[in-house]
């Protein structure tokens, strides 16, 4: 089967289309025909060395990707009797995990890892969903607000900043979030109630707003202790890229790896199920193809991307 993957850690010219072996399904496993990949941050990592702690033992190629939107062709002894050749679906791929990732035309994952596609919606905006929406999920759930609570969200333009907003809108959260002034319509179209202007001041900013400080705050820009003061006293603060703090007045800092939520089917469906629902918007930035992989990873370094880049393995 082709793939792209990488032997040497890099930059994005490392991508190289590959031959690989047709993979198969073993016990509790599925095989999708990938027919699209979307591009994330974390596969950059991947590329340039960064989860390089993740991989020890593994031999390259390397095959990045954690989204993927195909056809089920391949069941494996005892898989989860909900899934059915044939059958359209969404994944999530562990690129660490013995199969690889999900730039491939096929990949085996576990079954509990695999859920039906949102209906109505192509395999290119399919394959946008479930890394960025459990991503944001899983902050949210990190926070454990109450009903009616504020939480603020730090990157609110971005894919995972987008559905941290409209999750949390969904949750019946108020939303305080941060968006450049271009960005400022998309930001209140995900459904933000106040949005204040990105950048190092973001803090004081959503003080402006909140005097007290936000009982709850989602860092998908990273921006770590500078995020720290708008955080109310006790408050948790949910941080994406492992950053556990410090942080002052009894704030909680709570690191989200998405990973914990990759078997989570019942997690997984639901998203689904809300991107159906429209509660949930799906943003495709451009369709490449394969081939031109590191096309894509030049253009999600150079920022400004809004929605995902998707790789077309059709």
């Given at each position: 089967?082709?793939?792209?993957?990488?032997?040497?850690?890099?930059?994005?010219?490392?991508?190289?289309?590959?031959?690989?072996?047709?993979?198969?399904a073993g016990p509790g496993e599925v095989r999708i025909r990938v027919h699209a990949a979307s591009v994330n941050p974390t596969d950059v990592l991947l590329r340039t060395g960064g989860h390089a702690v993740?991989?020890?033992?593994?031999?390259?190629?390397?095959?990045?990707?954690?989204d993927a939107a195909g056809v089920i062709d391949q069941l494996g002894p005892g898989a989860d009797g909900?899934?059915?050749v044939g059958q359209r679906v969404v994944a999530m791929v562990l690129f660490s995990g013995p199969h690889g990732g999900a730039y491939a035309e096929q990949v085996v994952v576990p079954a509990a890892s695999v859920v039906p596609a949102p209906e109505g919606v192509d395999f290119p905006a399919a394959s946008?969903?479930?890394?960025?929406?459990?991503?944001?999920?899983?902050?949210?759930?990190?926070?454990?607000?109450?009903?009616?609570a504020t939480v603020a969200v730090t990157g609110a333009a971005g894919a995972v900043g987008g559905y941290a907003v409209e999750l949390a809108k969904a949750d019946g959260l108020t939303v305080i979030a941060d968006a450049a002034p271009h960005d400022t319509g998309r930001v209140r179209g995900f459904g933000a109630d106040h949005v204040v202007e990105r950048?190092?001041?973001?803090?004081?900013?959503?003080?402006?707003?909140?005097?007290?400080?936000?009982?709850?705050?989602?860092?998908?820009?990273?921006?770590?202790?500078?995020?720290?003061?708008?955080?109310?006293?006790?408050g948790t603060l949910a941080e994406l890229r492992g950053w556990s703090g410090p942080a002052e007045r009894g704030v909680r800092v709570r690191p989200v790896m998405v990973t914990?939520?990759?078997?989570?089917?019942?997690?997984?469906?639901?998203?689904c199920r809300q991107a159906e629902e429209s509660t949930l918007?799906?943003?495709?930035?451009?369709?490449?193809?394969?081939?031109?992989?590191?096309?894509?990873h030049r253009m999600l370094e150079a920022g400004?991307?809004?929605?995902r880049l998707v790789l077309d393995f059709s």
């Open positions: 089967m082709k793939a792209i993957g990488l032997h040497d850690f890099g930059g994005p010219e490392v991508l190289r289309a590959l031959e690989l072996p047709e993979p198969q993740r991989m020890t033992g593994r031999q390259p190629p390397f095959v990045p990707g954690m909900r899934l059915a946008t969903l479930l890394m960025n929406a459990m991503t944001a999920r899983l902050a949210l759930d990190a926070l454990a607000l109450p009903h009616d950048g190092p001041d973001v803090a004081a900013r959503i003080r402006a707003l909140a005097p007290h400080g936000v009982p709850g705050l989602v860092d998908v820009s990273t921006q770590t202790s500078e995020t720290v003061p708008a955080v109310a006293d006790g914990d939520g990759i078997t989570d089917t019942e997690g997984l469906n639901t998203l918007t799906l943003h495709v930035a451009e369709v490449l193809p394969a081939d031109d992989a590191a096309k894509a400004g991307v809004r929605g």
